[in-house]
């Protein structure tokens, strides 16, 4: 089995990545716990809870369902999830995991790193997006304003992997979990990305997608590692996540997918890279490859100025001045910051640019 360790401040937690893991989570804990909580979603529940329930029946579990998507990450659910924490009798040697995908992951992850100022937490990611969201403890929830305004770093005991649940998932969440593989290929491995850009997302075998994960995860992890609060290497990973969060705030949580708009934010950082830098990169490959592979790309009417008052909210601005991620070349990101005059040009432009549908 594919077992990678994470080194965080507080621990150093492992990710088991394999098939089938999710019957034998017991096998997995890193230590004794007083009770379980399984916080998954309605989706996840249907699929998964029972097999993960089984392979805890020497625990005393609890579980508890939260609505599927985005609208999750929210303060009532949040709030909903520590109601059942005090009910279920939780105390602080007990065990919230989360088993489902980015949202549940996120919501129950931030109520773990809260629920009597922090019980013991594990990840059982079930998408590919997920390979992303369990490792490196980041959590949160959202603001109406804003995404993940509300949140902490919270590593987790551990990550356990079941990549055989990535089986049921629709196509648009293989969609959605590639964009983050493309911007862990564009941040570190030049030759990932070339390999990312020659596969059909149709035509992915289990062996191709598991390869895929590793290499991200190791790429996730090797940053967070050199800095796991964000005050410097961090900040890369949220390639394209300048303009990606500012359109989920602004097109309604949920509407369109995180790594959707991740897509489009990378898109819209490589113009902006092409322009400060002087340079040419793998624009037109990688919106082809979007495109070729059912992303949409078709934004509706916005007005630059709104979207732009979106990305001031974002978590790596300065002053009131947006910073983004930008790329010199593949494999060689960079921190800059842009100006807003700048912003809006770059904008309208791109905006102009998709909505002629580029080619
Ligand atoms: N903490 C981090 O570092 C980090 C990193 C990246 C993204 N995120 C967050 O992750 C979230 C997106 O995560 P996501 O894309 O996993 O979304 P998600 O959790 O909403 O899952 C997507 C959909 O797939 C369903 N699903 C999950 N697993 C399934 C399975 N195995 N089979 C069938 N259906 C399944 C879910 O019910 C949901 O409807 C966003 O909120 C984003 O901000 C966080
Ligand atoms: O782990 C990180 O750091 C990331 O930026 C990963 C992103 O893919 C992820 O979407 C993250 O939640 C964004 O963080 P935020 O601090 O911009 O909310
Ligand atoms: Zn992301």
Same mark, same amino acid.
């Given at each position: 089995? *594919? ?14 990545? @394999?098939?089938? &893991?999710? #019957? !034998? ?17 309605? !989706? ?5 809870? @029972? *097999? +993960? ?22 303060? *009532?659910?949040?709030?909903?999830? !520590? ?83 990535? #089986? ?43 390869? !895929? ?13 050199? *800095? ?10 949220? /390639? ?17 997918? #995180?790594?959707? /708009? ?36 078709? &934004? ?37 910051? +842009?100006?807003?005059?700048?912003? /809006?040009?770059?904008? @309208?432009?791109?905006?102009?640019? &998709? ?5």
């Amino acid at each position: 089995m *594919d077992v990678l360790k994470v080194q965080a401040s507080a621990k150093t937690y492992p990710v088991y990545v @394999e098939e089938n &893991l999710r #019957h !034998h989570v017991s096998r997995f804990l890193p230590s004794e716990y007083t009770a379980i909580l399984i916080i998954t979603d309605e !989706h996840v529940s249907n699929c998964y809870l @029972e *097999d +993960v329930k089984q392979g805890l029946s020497d625990h005393r579990v609890y579980t508890h369902i939260i609505p599927a998507g985005e609208k999750a990450k929210s303060i *009532d659910i949040f709030y909903e999830i !520590h109601t059942k924490a005090i009910t279920c009798g939780l105390d602080r040697q007990s065990l919230i995991i989360a088993l489902g995908g980015g949202v549940v992951g996120d919501a129950a992850g931030f109520a773990a790193a809260t629920f009597m100022r922090g019980v013991g937490f594990i990840q059982m990611p079930t998408t590919i997006l997920a390979h992303d969201s369990s490792v490196g403890g980041k959590v949160a929830i959202n603001h109406e304003q804003g995404k993940n305004l509300i949140g902490s770093f919270y590593p987790p005991d551990a990550v356990i992997y079941d990549i055989q649940t990535l #089986h049921t998932l629709s196509k648009q969440e293989v969609r959605s979990g590639y964009a983050e593989l493309v911007k862990e290929a564009l941040l570190a491995d030049a030759n990932f990305f070339q390999e990312l850009m020659s596969q059909r997302l149709s035509s992915l075998t289990n062996r191709q997608l598991a390869e !895929h994960l590793t290499k991200g995860i190791r790429i996730k992890s090797t940053i967070v590692e050199q *800095d796991e609060r964000e005050s410097s290497v961090r900040k890369f990973l949220n /390639l394209g996540h300048t303009l990606g969060h500012a359109l989920e705030a602004m097109l309604g949580y949920g509407k369109w997918t #995180h790594g959707e /708009l991740v897509g489009i934010g990378l898109l819209f950082a490589m113009r902006v890279s092409e322009k400060e830098y002087a340079t040419v990169l793998p624009f037109e490959k990688l919106y082809t490859w979007l495109k070729d592979n059912g992303y949409p790309l078709k &934004l509706p009417v916005l007005d630059p100025h709104d979207i732009l008052a979106k990305m001031k909210l974002d978590k790596k601005a300065f002053n009131a001045a947006v910073q983004m991620v930008l790329l010199k070349d593949a494999g060689q990101p960079e921190m800059a910051e +842009v100006s807003d005059a700048e912003l /809006l040009d770059f904008l @309208e432009s791109f905006l102009e640019e &998709l909505a002629q549908d580029y080619h």
